[in-house]
């Protein structure tokens, strides 16, 4: 099966400013949700907009459903469809005429299924684009991108702005595609928007891509949250050290500490003392996407102190 | 229905500024067309332009003011039915790339299946069809205005004036686009054009009186619109050539231009 999506060492490097991807090597398989993952100016744009040709590559290259994104553009275009992340429509055109002229430009929509779509995202097509909210505007671009069923669809920041009941029924619309053997490609600054809809998460950061899993398996690697009764007092020293064990407190013989990987380090120097309970509090992958971005560099404390800020 | 595709959605963007546009033009035209007889009565025209001596050249005076042709020739079609036309044509295809940039509908727009080059020729063929119309708006108000006040105009030759001046305005508006497909900056595009614009009228305009300048007079596609006097003469169709040769060297560049580009998010 053709891959939705595959890059291959994809770069764009300006010289005057640092917003860039350098080497990415992405893959998405057809049938997918994917999250695209990274706080703002990570390149998250730079690269789906590489995706759409709409930018032109340093170095490497990208193919979009088997096919060249420079060369076959066109052939893309008809099949893929795009909600860029800041979007801006004509203003002077209600909703409806807006999606009949991209209809048109398509070439062929169903529109009994757009108006189906116009309606279950409860957008009011008869007013003029420049009066929407960000909501609204933003149902105009989802409407537009499903009607079209595409086979990929590419959304940039898709749910900024829309309420809950809207944004239950996009994952909903999602869902449908995935279902009907469609690729949803979604980038996102905040995990928890897509984690329970993605299949597969990628995490950029600074323009590269650190990984790409899936949720379990990053679930499986998360940081965990372990708390530890102690029969008695214990020296903070005994724990302090241990490999991928951190934050470590000790309070009146409870220790509290965040571990990342194994934990056979700290259940070892734990065995020590006399273990009365053990708890591992559930962390959110919003936490293990922190881990990911402060990989070596201990940018992720830094922003996590910003969090709780 | 006029979001058929990008041809018939920029005439429908162009609508408002093409009507107002050509009301001027026309306006202006059937203005001196039905009120000529009058002025040359109470003015002596012919004198008064003797009394500007150089001035009158440098607005573009050539012999019988006395005639509505020559009136026309020096009152409109040297400077303001230019100047006008041009500002349209260039604020259109400034507006197409770089405007669609600068509003960011660029990306969705791109995101269907059509070209860059089609991109940029439908909406050139848009702006085409809008200076055709405002032209003929100004040539129908021209011709009938002298009808009104029984003036002798010759239509053909009327109409070879509206044809240059849809050609000298299709210089500057591709000059605009290239610049702006090239840059994605549509006050740049603008800026240029419309300086280059005035160089190129005062070029012409000086070379009658100053005779250093005739040395570059070819260089302002300005000596190529009315230097052939069409109100009288027709249209030369050497410098019809050259202003439609110019058009295709800028609308060849914009469309390479355009399709290189990193286009602005």
Redesign the interface.
Known sequence: MTAAIETHKLTKWYSHHSRGIIDVDLLVEAGQIFGFLGPNGAGKSTTIRLLFDLIRPTGGSARVLGMDVHRDRLAIDRRASYVPGELSLYGDLTGRQLLTYLGNLQGSVDTAYREALIERLDLDPTRRIKSLSRGNKQKVGLVAAFMIRPDLLILDEPTAGLDPFIQLEFEHLCEEARSEGRTVFISSHQLPEVEHLCDRVGIIREGRLLAVESISALKERALRKLEIDFGGPVPTEAFANLPGVRDVTVDDGVLRCTVMGSLDSLVKAAARFEVRNLRSVETSLEEIFLAYYGAGDGIAEEEAGHAAA | ?L????FT?TIRDLRWPTFWVALGMGGMTAYFAILFPTYSKILDIQSLMAKMGPLAKLMGASGDVNTLTGFLHIELFSMILPALMVALVAGMGSGFTAGEES?????????????RRRLVLEKSLAVLVACVVTAAVTWVCGVAGAAISSTALAPDKLAAACLMLVLISLVFGSLALAISAATGNRGTAIGVAAGLLVVSYLIDGLAAIVDGLNTIRWLSPFKYYMGGDPLRNGVNLGDAAVLAGLTVVFMVLSVIAFE?R??A?
Not at chain 2, 3 to 6: A, D, F, P, T, W
Not at chain 2, 103 to 115: A, C, F, N, V
């Open positions: 229905m979001l058929r595709n990008v959605k509003r960011g509908t660029i990306d969705i727009l791109l995101s269907y299946p059509i070209s290189r990193d286009l998010a």
